[in-house]
């Protein structure tokens, strides 16, 4: 749509879960984060990925990583289907 906006990333990082079976004692979910234990919607993981393929480049891959485990993620599988779909287009 606006080619000029269009932006390339080497790769892309989305924290789809803050979910984590571990128990750090250095973790700063305990007390400095204020979005612990939640997962995104698939809906808003969807539109997120369909728009970074329709307006950008990813040159490598997308990551899924922040504050939480991405394993402990019970949507994990559909998401990694759906952006594996979203790379053949
Ligand atoms: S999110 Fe990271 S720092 Fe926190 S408990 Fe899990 S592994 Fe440890």
């Not at 307006?55 to 922040?66: A, K, L, M, P, T």
Request: net charge positive.
């Amino acid at each position: 749509m606006f080619p000029e906006l269009r932006k390339k990333f080497k790769y892309v990082g989305i924290e789809t879960t803050t979910i984590c079976n571990t128990d750090c004692f250095c973790c700063p979910r305990k007390n400095a984060y204020e979005l612990s234990w939640q997962t995104m919607h698939m809906d808003l993981f969807e539109k997120i990925i369909m728009d970074i393929y329709e307006n950008h480049d990813v040159e490598r891959s997308i990551r899924f990583g922040g504050m939480g485990d991405p394993s402990c993620d019970k949507h994990l599988i559909k998401r990694l289907k759906f952006v594996k779909k979203m790379r053949q287009n």
